[in-house]
């Protein structure tokens, strides 16, 4: 997939943020988003792998029911449409025009559904 481009998602997150709220001027409509990391295959799992960090967005009822219900470390189930971007990170210490780029993804969230609690 190249970046700036969309595409379907479906699989198994672990919230490792809090639900955060900001208000969108533009449109008039508040945005709720949460911080998560790409689940291993079993939420119990021995093996330590690294895991892909995804923000994921919700609008309008879906985003006031997750913050409602869910909460911080719940294995969900979610649905939606994935973005990747580039995201540039700057390296002061080295030199000004050095820079490190980075993927970033972020999940618009059509369903999610609780699979466990710890």
Known sequence: ????????FLGLV??????KTYYVQTKKTNVIFCETRLAPAQP???KQKPLTRVII???GRVGTQAKTYYKKGDYVLVQGRLKISKKQQSKSDITKTASL???????NVFKMSLICRP
């Open 57 to 59: 967005y919700f609008f």
């Open 101 to 107: 780029s980075t993927k970033e993804y972020h999940l």
């Open 1 to 8: 997939m190249r970046f700036g481009t969309t595409s379907y």
């Open 44 to 46: 119990n799992s021995q």
């Open 14 to 19: 672990k919230l490792t943020g809090d639900f």
